[in-house]
Structures are given as structure tokens and as C-alpha cells.
């Protein structure tokens, strides 16, 4: 038997404005699709928006049904939006916000993990980390570099 140990590492700004100017505004077309989430039952509203290699900003938020696993979250919405009308292209990083109808979020609030294997997917595809910023609706904001820094055992194809 051997010990296997897993160090994740991010960096974590107390405050939108303290992460670059272009990040910023890549977490402001977050917040602003975060808007447009249909959240009739978790009252749960996440945006997320991409940055693609040709400067394209894709944006989604999340969609819920009343059949539960009919919804879909905001990462996967703007993941697969933006792989239907830019195939070709790579997705650079990803700002995710999230918000409660009900209570504050100030603290970070990172992709679940249906999420985590959709993204990971994409990184294997395009064969290139998708940096990752990630926060509530106000508060401290976690950038990650590579989305396998926080799902590091994926269920990848080889195993298929």
C-alpha cells in the first residue's frame, strides 16, 4: 500500500477588483448573465463566462426544470453553447459567480461536480488548461489555473 497525497493550490483575492483589469470584465459578463438564470426552485442563480482564444466572450447561467436533472448549470450552458457555434476554437478561462435569493455568498462558490467533469472534458480536447475564477456574489475570489487542480482524479477516456 502507498500513500497518495493531492495538493491543490489558488490564489485567492479579497475582492474583484484586486484580479486583472480583463478578468474583471470577463467576471462582469458573469455576473450579468448571473441575472438571467432561471432558479424558480433553488433560488440559486449562477453566471458563467468564457473567454475564447479569438477574444469571443460566451456567457450561460443556469436553467432549472421542475423534473430536477432536466436543468443545467451556467458552467455547462456557456461550455456547450460555445462548442456548438466555435468548435475550433479553445476556451482560455472561465469566471463563475454565484447567488442566493435567500441568503448572502461571500465566499467562493466553485463549479460542481458534473461541472468539474465537463470542463475537465474540454481540457483534454483542446489539450490546454482552462484557467478558472470563481466567487459568490460579492467577496473573495478564487483563481484557479487549470481545472484539474481541483477534480485531481478524473474519469478520463482511457478508461473507456
Do not use: W
Amino acid at each position: 500500500m502507498k500513500k497518495i497525497e493531492v495538493i491543490s493550490s489558488f490564489l485567492q483575492f479579497d475582492s474583484l477588483n484586486e484580479i486583472p483589469e480583463q478578468d474583471q470584465l470577463l467576471m462582469h459578463k458573469a455576473i450579468e448573465v448571473r441575472k438571467n438564470a432561471y432558479a424558480p426552485y433553488s433560488k440559486f442563480r449562477v453566471g458563467a463566462a468564457l473567454l475564447l482564444d479569438d477574444g469571443t466572450v460566451v456567457v450561460g447561467s443556469n436553467q432549472e426544470n421542475s423534473a430536477y436533472p432536466s436543468g443545467l448549470c451556467a458552467e455547462r450552458t456557456a461550455i456547450f453553447y460555445a462548442n456548438a457555434v466555435h468548435p475550433d476554437k479553445k476556451i482560455l478561462k472561465m469566471a463563475i459567480t454565484a447567488s442566493s435569493d435567500t441568503k448572502v455568498t461571500n465566499s467562493p462558490i466553485p463549479p460542481c461536480g458534473a461541472c468539474r467533469q465537463s470542463i475537465f472534458e474540454y481540457e483534454v480536447k483542446q489539450d490546454l488548461p482552462i484557467q478558472m475564477y470563481f466567487m459568490g456574489a460579492e467577496g473573495t475570489v478564487c483563481f484557479s489555473e487549470s481545472l484539474t487542480n481541483i477534480l485531481p482524479f478524473p474519469f478520463d477516456k482511457d478508461v473507456l
